[in-house]
C-alpha cells in the first residue's frame, strides 16, 4: 500500500527538542522529493521544509532555517524532521508530503510545545 | 513571499448548488496553483494541480480554472460528502504557501 506513516511527537517544554520521523512504503522513495508541512490549531497550512530526492537540494521556510533540520535515508524510505529550541508558537500537527504538488500525505503527528 | 488570498472564509450551501471558490495570489504564479479538501481529523487532498488539471479519483464535479493572479475551484452539483475545508497552495516560488481556507458547510 502507498502510504506515509509519521511518528516522533509529543509534549515538549519550551528549548526542548523533538525529532520526526515519516515512513514510506508502496512507492520509490528515493525518486520523490519530500516535504514536511504542519498545521497549528485553526491555523491555515504552513510549509515546513523539503529536500529533494537524494538529499542534493534542502530549503527551509526563513522563520525555521536554523532550527529546524530536515533529513531523509533512502535506504530506510524515512524522512526526519530534527526540531531544536522549540518554542510554544512550535504547537502543530505536523504533515509529511511527497513531492509538490502533495499528491501523498501522512495522517499527521502532534507537537505540543508547553510548560 | 506570495500571499494567497481565498473568498469567501465560509460558504453554507445546499446540495446540487454550484460553488465557487476563489484564489488571489499577490504576485503572477503562471498556472503553478494547487487545491486541496482537507475534512475535520484528516490530512488535505489533492483535488486539482496547476490551475486546471484534474486528479485521477477525484470526482469530476470538482474543477478549476485560472492563471497569473486570479483562481477558482468549482464544484458542481455539491454532495453532502464535500463538507471540507478548501485550500489554495502555490508551489511557483519559495516559501510555498497556502491559502487561508475555505469551509464549506452543506445545509
Known amino acids: 500500500e502507498v502510504q506515509l506513516v509519521e511518528s516522533g511527537g509529543g509534549l515538549v517544554k519550551p528549548g526542548g527538542s523533538l525529532r520526526l520521523s515519516c515512513a514510506a512504503s508502496?512507492?520509490?522513495?528515493?525518486?520523490?522529493?519530500m516535504n514536511w508541512v504542519r498545521q497549528a490549531p485553526g491555523k491555515r497550512l504552513e510549509w515546513v521544509a523539503g529536500i529533494s530526492g537524494v538529499s542534493t537540494y534542502i530549503y527551509y521556510a526563513d522563520s525555521l532555517r536554523g532550527r529546524f533540520t530536515i533529513s531523509r535515508d533512502n535506504a530506510k524510505s524515512s524522512l526526519y524532521l530534527q526540531m531544536d529550541s522549540l518554542r510554544v508558537e512550535d504547537t502543530a500537527v505536523y504533515f509529511c508530503?511527497?513531492?509538490?504538488?502533495?499528491?501523498?500525505w501522512g495522517q499527521g503527528t502532534q507537537v505540543t510545545v508547553s510548560s | 513571499e506570495i500571499v494567497l488570498t481565498q473568498s469567501p472564509d465560509f460558504q453554507s450551501v445546499t446540495p446540487k448548488e454550484k460553488v465557487t471558490i476563489t484564489c488571489r495570489a499577490s504576485?503572477?504564479?503562471?498556472?503553478?496553483l494547487h487545491w486541496y479538501q482537507q475534512k475535520p481529523g484528516q490530512s488535505p487532498k489533492l483535488l486539482i494541480k496547476y490551475a486546471s488539471e484534474s486528479i485521477s479519483g477525484v470526482p469530476s464535479r470538482f474543477s478549476g480554472s485560472g492563471s497569473g493572479t486570479d483562481f477558482t475551484l468549482t464544484i458542481n452539483s455539491l454532495e453532502a460528502e464535500d463538507a471540507a475545508v478548501y485550500y489554495c497552495?502555490?508551489?511557483?516560488?519559495?516559501?510555498?504557501?497556502f491559502g487561508q481556507g475555505t469551509q464549506l458547510e452543506i445545509k
Open positions: 508502496g512507492f520509490t522513495f528515493s525518486a520523490y522529493s
Open positions: 508530503a511527497r513531492a509538490w504538488p502533495a499528491d501523498l
Open positions: 497552495h502555490q508551489s511557483n516560488s519559495l516559501p510555498y504557501t
Open positions: 504576485q503572477n504564479i503562471g498556472s503553478v
